[in-house]
């Protein structure tokens, strides 16, 4: 996906950039693109993970056809856990903080979640790609698919910590 806040800061027109030079408008405008760019990254994230979960909807239609239907259960699992990491990341909080809110979120908290947030992308890259390749003719299927359902874990566990740095508390 490349870096979303670079892009961000190459596409400001001439009056963000007049504007930048306002004394307390710049550190404003600062933390609504990095607000922007978590919100961006965070969704690519999703579409990941939700291209994953098509696939293994896919692999569950295949195993129904086949009449193998004690990987049913395994694969619709996995499926809802997939599905449950998916709606966390595309609607987590990002960042915002209102005048009266009891969690305030500075710069270097929004730096720490968006660098988060490209690891966490990484992972559901490669959730993605595991999900793409199950077969459900595979002999090993039930063992692939407790891979992809650790790593779904794992990525479900990656996201306190963005929960962390947001809060300061942990689920």
Same mark, same amino acid.
């Given at each position: ?28 405008k600062e933390k609504e ?16 993970? $939700? %291209?994953?979960?098509? &696939? /293994?909807?896919?692999?569950? +239609? *295949?195993? =129904? ?53 490209? $690891? %966490?992308?990484?992972? &559901? /890259?490669?959730?993605?790609? +595991? *999900?793409? =390749? ?38």
């Amino acid at each position: 996906m490349g870096d979303v806040g670079g892009r961000i800061e190459e596409s400001k027109n001439w009056f963000e950039r007049a504007a930048s030079r306002v004394p307390g408008y710049k550190g404003y405008k600062e933390k609504e693109w990095r607000r922007e760019a978590d919100k961006i990254q965070r969704r690519f994230t999703a579409d990941r993970l $939700e %291209a994953g979960r098509r &696939a /293994l909807e896919d692999v569950a +239609l *295949a195993i =129904s056809r086949r009449g193998t239907l004690d990987m049913m259960g395994v694969v619709d699992t996995v499926q809802r856990k997939l599905r449950t990491v998916k709606d966390r990341y595309l609607y987590a909080d990002y960042g915002y903080a209102g005048w009266f809110n009891a969690v305030k979120v500075d710069e270097v908290v929004l730096d720490a979640m968006y660098q988060l947030d490209v $690891e %966490a992308q990484e992972a &559901a /890259l490669a959730i993605e790609q +595991l *999900a793409k =390749s199950l077969d459900a003719d595979s002999p090993s299927l039930r063992a692939d698919v407790k891979i992809l359902e650790d790593k779904i874990e794992a990525l479900d566990e990656f996201f306190a910590k963005r929960e962390h740095a947001i809060t300061g508390a942990g689920r």
